[in-house]
Each structure stands twice: as structure tokens, then as C-alpha cells.
């Protein structure tokens, strides 16, 4: 049966990579971590910032022609005037589910890299410094995901429980750890 199959198997390469804690340095895996956080924290965030779809670059009105005429003629506005979409706001929300589906996942990335970069950087020189950095990070991605999500609505809910999520399991395991 053995001389039917042509191919012997294989040793896997993938041990080859694995973190082995006898031979790795923990200098060498903290600046490793650092780097792969710091490229999730960037990624995520210019995803946030720049939605996929990009953002739209003019307001669209229901009846246009009709909301100009009347613009024009001084008359008060019609309920067909109402905006389908404003400028700057992101092209992908239209699809309102998958976009918050997107929103969520990305900033539990983003905020679990940030959580990696202060776990990894925590008493360090300039360990202030870069709490200060990550805090307006974030703080500028919020700002830059209400910006760009029109109808600000109670999707926000899930992307700040998604912001808060890495922090809060952290604590928790902490917390089960100190007691037993």
C-alpha cells in the first residue's frame, strides 16, 4: 500500500516559525510584536480614516432639478429634496450592515494593536509619550469614523463596545489571573 502513494509525507515547515522560548529572545519577539502591531495599528487606521469605496464627493438630492428651481425662485424647499447622500461621507455606508460589520472589526484591530504597543512599551523611556500618542490616535479615529458615517445612529454602540472590548477582556483575565 505504501509504494501507491508517490509522495512521503512531509516534515512541516510551519514548526520552523513557531515561537520556541528556549532559543528566541525576548528582545528579539518584543520588537517583532512591536512591528506587526504598529503595521495593524496603521493599516486599521487609514481604514477607518479612508473607508473601502472612498468617500462621496458631492450631495445628491432625491428630485436635483426641482430642488434647484426652486432654490432659485426663493420657494421653501420640497420633502423630494431631501439629500440621499452628503459629500464626505463614506460611499460603503450605503450598505449600511456590512459597513458597521467592517467598522467593528476594524477598530477591535486598531484597538488591539494599541493594546499590544502599551502592553509592550509599558515602562519604557517615554512610556507618557506614547500613551499620549495612542490616546490621540484613537481619539482621532473616532472622530474620523463619525465623520464619515452619515447618519450617526446606534451602530455607534457596537463600534465603541468594539473599541473598548480588548481593554476590558485584558482586565478581566488580569483580574481572574490575580485570583487564583
Known sequence: MDRCIPFKRSRSWFKDFQYD?????TVEVRNILLIVATLIAAVTFQA?????????????KKNQTL???????????????????AAGTAIYASQTNPFYVFMVFNTVALSTSVLVIMSLTY?????????????????TYGSAIFAVTPHASHGFRYVLTAAAFPFVLRGLI???KWKF
Request: proline share 11%; charged share 15%.
Open 48 to 60: 477607518g480614516v479612508n473607508p473601502p469605496g472612498g468617500v462621496w464627493q458631492d450631495d445628491m
Open 123 to 139: 515602562n519604557f523611556p517615554f512610556h507618557l509619550e506614547v500613551f499620549i500618542a495612542t490616546a490621540s490616535m484613537l481619539v
Open 174 to 176: 488580569y483580574m481572574v
Open 21 to 25: 522560548p528556549i532559543t528566541d529572545k
Open 67 to 85: 430642488c434647484d428651481e426652486k432654490s432659485n425662485q426663493g420657494l421653501p424647499s420640497d420633502p423630494s429634496c431631501a439629500i440621499i447622500h
